[in-house]
């Protein structure tokens, strides 16, 4: 019943706070609109808990964002496994549904390798050679020269 009235009153605040622009617009550095929006959010939190204050709605916040991104990984990793479609995760977040439009604002990070290009397309031949030229063993155990 507690769950019912915590979606009801999500909607309800939903409605009273402006939609959430995109990341890269101009409204998303708002800061007035941002400020009246948080201020809505602690007074709906203030009523559970009275010492609610913008660090605890940030903190609410970022905890939903992230189980929300836990899911959506678990979802993507499924449908990316080739599991047919009655064996897809099904989300178990109640609020998952009404996070979906964050997906289009995830804004990746650059991914960073520490392969060399040159060494990441050698062919896995039985002899590779060090830094110097010089030949070297291949063998899991022995990182030596040959040539010696």
């Known amino acids: 019943m ?3 009235r915590c979606r009801f009153e999500s909607h309800h605040t939903r409605s009273v706070i402006p939609k959430r622009p995109k990341i ?4 998303y550095s708002d ?5 009246a929006a948080y201020s809505v959010l602690i007074e ?9 204050n913008r660090e605890t709605v940030t903190k609410k916040i970022n905890a939903m964002r992230s189980s929300f ?6 979802v993507t990793a499924s449908r990316r496994s080739g599991a047919a479609a009655d064996d897809i995760y099904q989300p178990r977040l109640w609020y998952y549904n009404l ?3 964050l997906q289009d604002q995830e804004v990746g990070r ?5 392969v060399n290009e040159a060494t990441a397309h050698t062919p896995n031949n039985s002899n590779s ?8 063993s291949s063998s899991p155990h022995c990182l030596c020269r040959t040539d010696v």
Not at 69 to 74: L, N
């Open 99 to 101: 996070l979906l439009f």
């Open 31 to 35: 800061r007035e609109a941002k400020t």
């Open 110 to 114: 650059d991914s960073v390798t520490n």
């Open 129 to 136: 050679f060090s830094p110097r030229g010089e030949a070297m």
């Open 24 to 27: 890269k617009s101009k409204e």
């Open 69 to 74: 991104r836990k899911e959506v990984k678990k």
């Open 44 to 52: 709906k939190l203030k009523q559970k808990d009275t010492s609610a």
């Open 2 to 4: 507690s769950q019912v």
